[in-house]
C-alpha cells in the first residue's frame, strides 16, 4: 500500500480557496518553482456572472498595476502580489489578468526570437508555496 495521498482525489479539493500562481498558468511558466508562494495546482473555479461595470473597474485597476509588472523577471513582487490577491477575489479578474499576462510574455517572447534567443519554459508541477495553507 502506498503511503502517498493524491491531492486532487481528495474530496473537496476543488473548492479549497487556493491562490493559483499567475505565471504558472502562462505559457511562460513560473521561474521560481518550488520557491514559489503561490500555488502550482490545477484548480477549477465555479462560474460566477459579474457586472458591466465590475469588470470596467477591474481592468482598470489590474491594468495599471500590470503596467508596472516586468513579465520576464516577474517582478516587482508586490505588484505580482497585489494582482494574484485581487484575482483570488474575481474569477473574470484571474482570466483577464491571466490574458493580459500570455500577451505580453508573447511580445517579449517575439522579441527575443527577434533576436535569435529563445526562451525555454519552465515548470514544476507539483509544488504549491501558497500561504494559505491546510491539513488533510
Not at 9 to 32: D, T, V
Not at 90 to 104: E, F, H, L, V
Request: include cysteine; glycine fraction near 4%.
Amino acid at each position: 500500500m502506498s503511503d502517498q495521498i493524491i491531492i486532487d482525489s481528495l474530496p473537496g479539493y476543488s473548492r479549497l480557496p487556493c491562490n493559483q500562481c499567475f505565471f504558472f498558468s502562462s505559457a511562460f511558466g513560473c521561474r521560481k518553482g518550488a520557491k514559489c508562494a503561490f500555488c502550482h495546482h490545477q484548480v477549477q473555479r465555479a462560474y460566477q456572472v459579474t457586472r458591466h461595470n465590475q469588470r470596467q473597474r477591474i481592468r482598470r485597476s489590474m491594468g495599471r498595476l500590470i503596467e508596472q509588472l516586468d513579465v520576464v523577471s516577474q517582478q516587482p513582487q508586490e505588484i505580482v502580489h497585489r494582482l494574484q490577491i485581487q484575482a483570488l477575489r474575481n474569477p473574470y479578474a484571474r482570466t483577464w489578468c491571466q490574458r493580459q499576462i500570455d500577451q505580453a510574455l508573447e511580445q517579449v517572447e517575439a522579441q527575443y526570437q527577434a533576436r535569435g534567443v529563445i526562451i525555454q519554459p519552465r515548470r514544476d508541477m507539483a509544488s504549491c508555496g501558497a500561504k494559505l495553507c491546510f491539513s488533510v
